[in-house]
Structures are given as structure tokens and as C-alpha cells.
């Protein structure tokens, strides 16, 4: 009688993930495994999936960060939905572009904008902290 050995694999599935929050994945027990980039595409669309890769030697953060998926900046929607949950108040788009410029983060033009070289509403000293600390959560700073 022939003995068959079994090879049992566990998969645990979480996500999805933003690429914000990618380099988070750093657990060396479980952040490892195969990862999916979907995004969008000058031809096809958006929601396409352009990359697959494998995460086997090191984390899920790591490995994904060296591809360069990661320097991605957050929209000012993210940046708001962030400053809400964790301060509890919303942020003005004005107030974000103005901690850009601050932080050498060169942000658009607003077609709103009535001078280039003023801005009607500032970020108040008070909410600034706040704001970077965004910043920083989604690693552009």
C-alpha cells in the first residue's frame, strides 16, 4: 500500500487594501504571500489589474514598497475621510492645499483660487498639527 503525503495550506484573505496603507504589512509572522495591484489604465480603464507578485521573503510592506506602488500621494478626499475619523472635524480642501505648499508637497492650482500669491483661507495654526499628521499617516511626508 502506497502512503500519500498531504500538503495542507491555510490561506487567510484581508483587504482590500489602498497603497497607502501597503507598507503597514509588516508582521513577520503572517505579511507574506501573493498580492494583486489593480488601478487604472491609460487603455483599458480603471479598476484593471496591472501587476501580480509574490511577497516570500519579505512582508507584503516591503516587498510592495521596493515595486514603487507606494508613492502614490492620497487624494484630498482620503486626507479629509482620515482627519474626520481620527480628529473629528472635516478639513477644508484650502486647508489641505495650503499644508501642501507648506510641506513642499506642490499642490494644483485651484481653479477657485482668486491670486496664486495669497490665499483667502489658510489652514488655522490649530488644525495644522492635525493635517500633517495625515500627511505623514499616508506617507507623503
Given at each position: 500500500?502506497?502512503?500519500?503525503?498531504?500538503?495542507?495550506?491555510?490561506?487567510?484573505w484581508e483587504?482590500?487594501?489602498?497603497?497607502?496603507?501597503?507598507?503597514?504589512?509588516?508582521?513577520?509572522?503572517?505579511?507574506?504571500?501573493?498580492?494583486?495591484?489593480?488601478?487604472?489604465?491609460?487603455?483599458?480603464?480603471?479598476?484593471?489589474?496591472?501587476?501580480?507578485?509574490?511577497?516570500?521573503?519579505?512582508?507584503?510592506?516591503?516587498?510592495?514598497?521596493?515595486?514603487?506602488?507606494?508613492?502614490?500621494?492620497?487624494?484630498?478626499?482620503?486626507?479629509?475621510?482620515?482627519?474626520?475619523?481620527?480628529?473629528?472635524?472635516?478639513?477644508?480642501?484650502?486647508?489641505?492645499?495650503?499644508?501642501?505648499?507648506?510641506?513642499?508637497?506642490?499642490?494644483?492650482?485651484?481653479?477657485?483660487?482668486?491670486?496664486?500669491?495669497?490665499?483667502?483661507?489658510?489652514?488655522?495654526?490649530?488644525?495644522?498639527?492635525?493635517?500633517?499628521?495625515?500627511?505623514?499617516?499616508?506617507?507623503?511626508?
Amino acid at each position: 500500500m502506497e502512503i500519500a503525503k498531504t500538503l495542507l495550506i491555510n490561506i487567510e484573505w484581508e483587504g482590500p487594501y489602498n497603497l497607502v496603507d501597503l507598507p503597514t504589512l509588516t508582521d513577520t509572522e503572517t505579511d507574506y504571500g501573493v498580492y494583486q495591484i489593480y488601478g487604472k489604465h491609460p487603455v483599458y480603464g480603471s479598476d484593471v489589474l496591472l501587476y501580480i507578485g509574490k511577497a516570500d521573503l519579505q512582508t507584503l510592506g516591503k516587498r510592495i514598497s521596493q515595486e514603487g506602488w507606494c508613492f502614490v500621494m492620497a487624494t484630498y478626499k482620503q486626507i479629509q475621510e482620515y482627519v474626520k475619523k481620527t480628529y473629528g472635524y472635516s478639513a477644508k480642501s484650502c486647508w489641505i492645499a495650503h499644508m501642501k505648499e507648506v510641506c513642499g508637497l506642490k499642490p494644483k492650482m485651484s481653479a477657485r483660487r482668486y491670486s496664486p500669491h495669497s490665499r483667502v483661507h489658510p489652514c488655522p495654526e490649530s488644525k495644522q498639527k492635525d493635517i500633517k499628521e495625515a500627511f505623514k499617516h499616508f506617507n507623503m511626508i
